[in-house]
């Protein structure tokens, strides 16, 4: 799909690995609806970026996230691009000194990293439905976060891993639902990225996850992942897939 004069609808898109797609989008000729539970810096990165527009949205509510994709059709016509980065961690270990894991803790993160991710694209996906088909005859092409400890997740990590995981295994399901529509899906898994969530950690912290990496030794830049989801838009025969973005990592248990 050519990026010029799309709409693209970013969860997320208020920052990280959101945001860096949000400039990619905007630099190629597309427009950008940036959803971020963050208002106020959905709006102020809107600002900064022109061709943007801010939608406050709680993807963990199904009107909220009804709501913002209407409000996006209604602003700019249609979606052709739906990319959600809109994701938490919040660990914790199945059992600790203080008991089983609180159950509601293990749900908040499973709503937010993958409900909120099918409730979004499923919205997105009812619009693209409606847009006139390319020469490739698609319609639309929908990019979700999932992440390496899908795959391989560490200590503390059940329930990120667990949401994750759905988001890989959806991917294919969704693509095969949505052929009849034109509309193709694939799953981006990054390994450690230098986003805000690690912008605060200190040295100790990141070295460790630096040294699993392969190569380079370094965290992923948003930028990187702005470039494979540039990829995933414009080749028309990528579909169905996840596809990892981590530098060779394979996660160490703790």
Do not use: W
Not at 99 to 123: E, P, Y
């Amino acid at each position: 799909m050519n990026i010029e004069g799309k709409v693209a609808a970013i969860t997320g898109g208020a920052s990280g690995l959101g945001r860096a797609t949000a400039e990619m989008i905007i630099a190629n000729g597309g427009q950008v609806a940036i959803m971020d539970l963050n208002g106020e810096l959905a709006e102020q990165t809107a600002e900064e970026l022109g061709q943007a527009r801010a939608y406050t949205v709680n993807v963990t509510d199904a009107d909220s996230v009804i709501e913002a994709v209407n409000s996006i059709k209604k602003d700019f016509g249609t979606i052709h691009i739906n990319v959600n980065c809109a994701g938490v961690g919040n660990p914790g270990r199945t059992v600790s000194r203080d008991g089983a894991l609180d159950i509601k803790k293990f749900n908040m993160v499973v709503q937010v990293n993958l409900i909120g991710t099918f409730s979004t694209l499923s919205q997105c996906a009812n619009i693209m439905q409606e847009n006139e088909a390319e020469a490739s005859m698609e319609r639309g092409v929908i990019i979700n976060t999932a992440s390496v400890a899908a795959f391989d997740g560490q200590v503390g990590q059940a329930a990120y891993s667990a949401s994750k995981a759905g988001v890989a295994g959806m991917t294919l399901p969704v693509a095969r639902d949505l052929s009849r529509q034109g509309v193709r899906i694939c799953t981006i898994a990054p390994g450690i990225f230098d986003t805000p969530m690690l912008a605060g950690a200190p040295d100790s912290v990141r070295q460790p996850l630096m040294e699993m990496v392969q190569y380079p030794k370094r965290l992923g830049q948003p930028e990187e992942y702005a470039l494979l989801a540039q990829q995933i838009i414009e080749n028309p025969y990528l579909n169905g897939e996840t596809i990892r973005l981590d530098g060779g990592i394979r996660m160490a248990p703790k």
